[in-house]
């Protein structure tokens, strides 16, 4: 069992939005701005997507963007496209002795 | 460009000790922006932080694994290691390791490397 709560899928269909959501705790998601995001393709590594809750690293397209609101993070796709089609996990740094805990991960699949 | 390499035996006999090690290229373990970590990914399954090593060498483990695990660097070789005693079936993952940015931000990936625990 993951720290962090992910639904187990989401879907859509291309050119429409979707949102992931990343429940956590005052300990971690909703005590720091440290909320972070991964796109896994199968067999690759994974990419960081969206990092501190809201920023976006160079070459990522701004269709993906990061929210928070207590203790619950979200990753929305607007636009999506057939290539957004991967597991997306998020992970909260959470101080302490705990540090880093991950979600289960949201499988995304384009209709 | 960054890049991080894991290296190491692909198959570990139980109660044995995994050992990996990355080698970063395009830049030092030692800059005082980023700390280098592990991560794996057990098959099938998600991702679980192993630990982190700072610039300047402070280390932190994830409490469910720091009976276990060394984390270590040789800035000599810009490369940091991790070791995990006493594996079992359950360490069989893919290990990543991976540069850490603010927090918990992992912006930099190995290509990750399977790990079997079998004997």
């Known amino acids: 069992q993951s720290a962090l709560t992910q639904p187990r899928s989401v879907s859509g269909s291309p050119g429409q939005s979707v949102t992931i959501s990343c429940t956590g705790t005052?300990?971690?998601?909703?005590?720091?701005?440290?909320v972070s995001w991964y796109q896994q393709h199968a067999g690759k590594a994974p990419k960081l997507m969206i990092y501190?809750?809201?920023k976006r690293p160079s070459g990522v397209p701004d269709r993906f963007s990061g929210s928070k609101s207590g203790n619950t993070a979200s990753l929305t796709i607007s636009g999506l496209q057939a290539e957004d089609e991967a597991d997306y996990y998020c992970?909260?740094?959470?101080?302490?002795?705990?540090?880093?805990?991950f979600g289960g991960g949201t499988k995304v699949t384009v209709l | 460009q960054l890049r991080l390499q894991e290296s190491g035996p692909g198959l570990v006999k139980p109660s044995e000790t995994l050992s990996l090690t990355c080698t970063v290229s395009?830049?030092?373990?030692?800059?005082?922006?980023?700390?280098w970590g592990w991560i794996r990914q057990s098959p099938g399954r998600g991702l679980e932080w192993i630990g982190s090593?700072?610039?300047?060498?402070?280390?932190y483990y994830n409490l469910s694994l720091e009976s276990r695990v060394t984390i270590s660097r040789d800035t000599s070789k810009n490369q940091f290691s991790v070791n995990l005693s006493s594996v079992t079936a359950a360490d069989t993952a893919v290990y990543y390791c991976?540069?850490?940015?603010?927090?918990?931000?992992?912006?930099?990936w190995g290509q990750g490397t399977l790990v079997t625990v079998s004997s």
């Open positions: 501190d809750v809201t």
């Open positions: 090593i700072s610039y300047s060498g402070s280390i």
């Open positions: 991976v540069r850490v940015a603010t927090g918990s931000t992992f912006d930099s």
């Open positions: 395009s830049g030092s373990i030692s800059s005082s922006n980023y700390y």
């Open positions: 992970c909260s740094y959470a101080g302490g002795y705990i540090y880093v805990v």
């Open positions: 005052s300990s971690d998601v909703g005590g720091f701005n440290y």
